[in-house]
């Protein structure tokens, strides 16, 4: 069982002495000094020092050069748990000149006090019952300062459209007007409604808030008023805390992890933390049921490289942890279905708010309108010869407003 | 009281029309849609909608341009916890192209719910009974891998030369060698031979790690066990976290906040969040009764504006909130303590690791010299003439080893 945790660095400098800085790295975040230590004291930490595993020189045009750095540190120095790994790895190092994590991956030793995602990608097919195609999220709309009924009737609309997820809006909190257990009873209700117009179950992920100490009994007060699912805002509390309500035997239903300050991370060259590592190896590592991301067609953008790293770790096969279901999300519409599909495959989670909100006919049209796209994408159609047979006019209206890309 | 909290925004974008970008966070990240609501509805939603408050454009040489927008967020929108509060401001938007959040005043209603710090600059100042004089703060250096008798060796050291507080190295998590309560009673029992020596008081701030659901307790058995302090990596855990525990009336003694990770989220101009916010006025409403950031001294450096904008964060008058101590970190030596002093007045806590264990004379030396060099500078004496009386040799090793600025 490998037993170190192996970090990689984009360290930018003009005219550093890269191998002089791994080394540096690698003693600094460990033992601290060695050179200077006596033979027989080196014997016994030995097994506490990071070794440089590799040093990637990159000389750009213009002067600027970086290197790709690898590190692996002991176990033994840390804790079993996110926190102590990030701080061993990236604490310090973080404030030290323009370097970026861009990538991490823990040793089989630490993996093992992971359970990871608890239904991940094949769960939540199972608690569907939907095994042959992608999945369709929505989405609430404007929902800040609504009543409960307004809710409701914005939920039932989605639901029956045919959507399998419906998200609550991640900056709905806890509430006078739609409080976290009676907006779980009213939606619910609204989705058994629908439900016997579409025959199709569905998972309300609603938005698990409060003080941190509060979220578990939050979460459970919501399974028990029916909730099914929950939403996370993982980067504004914690991995742990992610990691800790995922492993809560009483905490039985899955965790779509929501992305919410994750571009005070990723998107800079020089600092921060890798989105595949952010969102998805370690989302994984934490249990995160579904993941939502930035897709790389809408407004709120990350690379299509960066997705498809992040969507990898998400999928990448293990013995151990389950895969997470990615959910690229932000300016998704019907007519970016078969390209969602050639990109990401069929596990995907296909998510929209604007896309079903938005639709001409109406919001149930909207959903209805990507149900349609995603079968006739499964099926080699393209979409404009798709919506022109009879019953698919909601994918007609949505390719009239929003174009398509295939 | 004020209902409102207040974000600014430094947004880069080379051709976008800053005012209409700005209504749009406004509306978006509050009511969703404006303009499309019926006139009666915004009535009942006209309390939930977010305002631009001012919009600066900068035309800068070279094409560049970048604006400062500031935008009001009723407090009715989000529950009176930092993470509600961050994913509101800058939950989706931090993912929104090249933005960063360079500052936020939150309204006199949110921060109601926020008692600060416990204990505070004044507090720390009282349990050690010091108040003439800028404290002294030493680091343990390279403890991965010793065991208790080493530790011991190295505290008592670092306590013979007169520092007020003793760090524990943040890297190092609850292990087998020097687990929590022999770590804070060994290092208290060293605390205690040393005063007999000093007759000084001194805290060891003991880094609080582990599962965050049982921080708390384990923060418990540290001070069960004799603990005066509590050094704790915040950005790990997450805002809240710290929250909790510092207004815990079991956690009775002062908690220093560790800046790891920051450098994640505030070095670059274009993302993440400024390190006024980051590591001042989030970390002291959050209850942080000392905050380590860093110095612009030493390697680990942060452009001098910005670290008094933290200091001036944590020590900004205030009727509510108690101060927090500031603690410029890295790359101290005795020979910058004057420059310290200009910098950042007299509150404020001298932090070395290096500069005391790598003294020329030996760790005691090390702290003895900083002392002298505190003292000097307070009285105004040159720190080369303060050397050079008899029994301050310690100061004229660091000065021969490091120099002077004075």
Known sequence: MSQVCIATYRSYDDKADFHKKAQSIAVGLTVGSWTDLPEARKADMEKHLGKVLSVDVHELAGGDRYADIRIAYPDINFSRDIPALLVTIFGKLSMDGKIKLIDLDVSEQFQSAFPGPTFGLQGVRDALGIHDRPLLMSIFKSVVGHDLANLEDQFFKQALGGVDLIKDDEILFENPLTPLEKRVEVCMAAARRAQQETGQKLLYAVNLTGPTSQLADNARKAINAGANALLFNVLAYGYDVLHELSKDSSINVPIAAHPAMAGAFYPSPHYGIGASVLLGKLMRLAGA??????????????????????????????????????????????????????????????????????????????????????????????????????????????????????
Request: hydrophobic share 45%; glycine share 12%; proline share 10%.
């Open 289 to 406: 049921d579904l993941v939502l991301f930035p897709s790389p067609y809408g407004s709120v953008v990350m690379p299509k490289e960066e997705n498809l790293a992040v969507k990898d770790a998400l999928l990448a096969p293990s013995d151990k942890l389950r895969t997470s279901f990615p959910v690229p999300s932000a300016g998704i519409h019907p007519g970016l279905v078969p390209l969602i599909l050639r990109d990401f495959g069929t596990d995907v989670v296909v998510n929209a708010g604007g896309g079903i909100h938005g639709h001409p006919m109406g919001t149930a049209a909207g959903g209805q309108a990507f149900r349609i796209a995603i079968d006739a994408s499964l099926n080699g159609t393209p979409l404009r010869e798709a919506a022109a047979k009879p019953g698919n006019e909601p994918l007609q209206a949505a390719i009239d407003a929003w174009g398509v890309k295939e």
